[in-house]
């Protein structure tokens, strides 16, 4: 029996070094072909004759026009933190609203929210453009090439997902917590913002990593809302402008999408543990 479970936790060992091999085999290559001046096909699993051209080619990115990198950056930054705040509270709200208030509609709405996980982006895409347009029309407000209306677009595609997995832990958080802190003289908006919201950290935090990776590394959603070239263009529209109709600078590409995957990289390697005790408890603290 000892020797089977042996066996079978080796079988198991290997599978998964294997499958840390696959996943990061593309990073490896990327680091590989950024340190070098020129790619060519056949040298692409090769290592670089320098790794010093890799400095080169972050300073070709930094000063390049049309990337446009530093300005890039703190657009991606801005639009990514305001869309995951308002994401990840406003959907933290309708979840612990639509838990607690126990409606012949709430069922409905909750439904109404999932849709929204089934429905193809590519469907709704120009329509969304074309309210977008209206919109300003009927409020006076420009959402079409504004940071408001790629922030408004955002919120609405990720909502569906984040308010069913808020939904879901807050099923499991005992309301005697909510009755204490109403007799203790709270208003309902102190109670989530001071009671509930605590609680849902592992959460919140699993979906700020898996929304702010999706938002950091979109490219479809923005080139429609905002459109390219613009004074709020994102990296990876920066990163597309490098790709030429007849010659792509690989090197300097792949120095670009490695400058733009660090930050996903390094926040995800800190947001980890949250990432899974979010997504596999519903612990109360």
């Known amino acids: 029996m000892k020797n089977r479970k042996t066996t079978k936790r080796l079988i198991l060992e290997v599978l998964t070094f294997l499958l840390l091999v696959i996943f990061f085999l593309p990073f490896v290559l990327v680091i590989l072909n950024a340190a070098k001046a020129y790619v060519s096909p056949n040298e692409v699993m090769l290592l670089p004759a320098t790794w010093g051209q890799i400095f080169l080619n972050i300073g070709e990115i930094l000063n390049d026009d049309t990337v446009r990198y530093v300005e890039s950056f703190f657009n991606s930054l801005l639009i990514t933190s305001t869309s995951l705040m308002a994401i990840g509270v406003l959907s933290g709200m309708a979840a612990w609203v639509l838990v607690r208030r126990k409606t012949k509609y709430s069922f ?5 929210f999932l849709s929204g996980l089934v429905i193809p982006f590519q469907v709704v895409m120009i329509p969304l453009v074309q309210q977008l347009t209206k919109l300003k029309a009927i409020t006076g407000i420009s959402f079409k090439d504004t940071l408001w209306g790629i922030v408004l677009a ?3 595609f990720g909502a569906p997902l984040s308010v069913f997995l808020f939904h879901g832990f807050i099923k499991s958080v005992p309301i005697d917590i909510e009755e ?3 007799i203790d003289g709270c208003s309902k908006p102190q109670v989530f913002f001071k009671i509930v919201l605590p609680i849902l950290k592992p959460i919140f935090v699993t979906l700020l990593v898996l929304n702010g990776m999706w938002i950091w590394n979109d490219f479809l959603l923005p080139s429609l809302v905002i459109g390219t070239g613009g ?8 990163i597309m402008s490098l790709a030429g109709s007849y010659v792509v600078p690989w090197h300097l ?3 670009a999408v490695l400058l ?7 926040l995800f390697i800190f947001a980890q543990k949250y990432i899974i005790q979010g997504m596999t408890s519903g612990a109360i603290k």
């Open 231 to 238: 004074d709020l263009q994102t990296i990876p529209m920066g």
């Open 154 to 156: 955002y919120i609405g």
């Open 180 to 182: 204490a802190a109403i």
């Open 108 to 112: 409905f709405i909750f439904m109404f």
């Open 260 to 266: 733009a995957a660090l930050p996903a990289v390094v």
């Open 253 to 255: 590409l792949l120095t």
